[in-house]
């Protein structure tokens, strides 16, 4: 069994930069995948960012985050973590963090179905 606890999350203005963690307990070995969605007010949740977790981990962006959004992850404290710099208002969601116990390739930021274990969320608002 796998528990994924959420950190880090909070208010900025346009521009602005945070830093989200995700810390599983229970052990996140080679063969999974990990991942970061999101979900605002109406809308469905989306994949923001993945990482096959393997010899060469591959991670993948959704095209709304590349350039301004870097995961990546510390295998010591077993902990995932999402830096998010150049926040845009539209960025404004509860945040989660995912993992499956299979690679999940291109698949994973299509659908949050793809994953078993989730994280309680994190709320991160983005003011104008």
């Known amino acids: 069994q796998v528990q994924l606890v959420e950190s880090g999350g909070g208010s900025v203005q346009s521009g602005g930069s945070l830093r989200l963690s995700c810390t599983a307990s229970?052990?996140?070995?080679?063969?999974?995948?990990m991942a970061w969605f999101r979900q605002a007010p109406g809308k469905e949740r989306e994949g923001v960012a993945t990482?096959?977790?393997?010899?060469?981990?591959?991670?993948r962006y959704a095209d709304s985050v590349k350039g301004r959004f870097t995961m990546s992850r510390d295998n010591a404290k077993n902990t995932l973590y999402l830096q998010m710099n150049s926040l845009k208002p539209e960025d404004t969601a509860m945040y989660y963090c995912?993992?499956?116990?299979?690679?999940?390739?291109?698949?994973?930021?299509?659908?949050?179905?793809?994953?078993?274990?989730w994280g309680q969320g994190i709320q991160v608002t983005v003011s104008s």
């Open positions: 995912a993992a499956n116990p299979q690679l999940l390739g291109r698949e994973a930021l299509r659908s949050s179905q793809n994953f078993q274990y």
């Open positions: 229970g052990y996140i070995n080679s063969g999974y995948c």
């Open positions: 990482i096959d977790i393997d010899t060469v981990s591959i991670i």
